[in-house]
């Protein structure tokens, strides 16, 4: 399984990114997806979460201006981001929650940064 995220970039405080997060070569079944956020000297933190039943949770830093969807035909997720702040600003990792009848298994995209300055 791979995960590639894209939609990463400079963008003045108050504009929008939208993150995509493609995931190829999964065999088994998505329980859920979501994105993560880490900034300098920051531990990596939730942004947003979709279950597999479509259940969204967002962290209260961003619930508002951001949100969460998914394409189950193309096994994307995207994080529409508005009004962003710089304290946004960090490298942004999608992840994927898969599971067959016997366990569950965790995927990492590779990251894509988010700045967000004037």
């Known amino acids: 399984v791979q995960l590639q995220a894209s939609g990463g970039g400079l963008v003045q405080p108050g504009g929008s990114l939208r993150l995509s997060c493609a995931a190829s070569?999964?065999?088994?079944?998505?329980?859920?997806m979501g994105w993560y956020r880490q900034a300098p000297g920051k531990q990596r933190e939730l942004v947003a979460y979709?279950?597999?039943?479509?259940?969204?949770n967002y962290a209260d830093s961003v619930k508002g201006r951001f949100t969460i969807s998914r394409d189950n035909r193309k096994d994307t997720v995207y994080l529409q981001m508005n009004s962003l702040k710089p304290e946004d600003t960090a490298v942004y990792y999608c992840?994927?929650?898969?599971?067959?009848?016997?366990?569950?298994?965790?995927?990492w995209g590779q990251g894509t940064l988010v700045t967000v300055s004037s």
């Open positions: 992840y994927f929650l898969l599971a067959d009848p016997k366990r569950t298994y965790d995927y």
């Open positions: 070569g999964i065999i088994f079944s998505i329980n859920g």
């Open positions: 979709i279950t597999g039943g479509g259940s969204t």
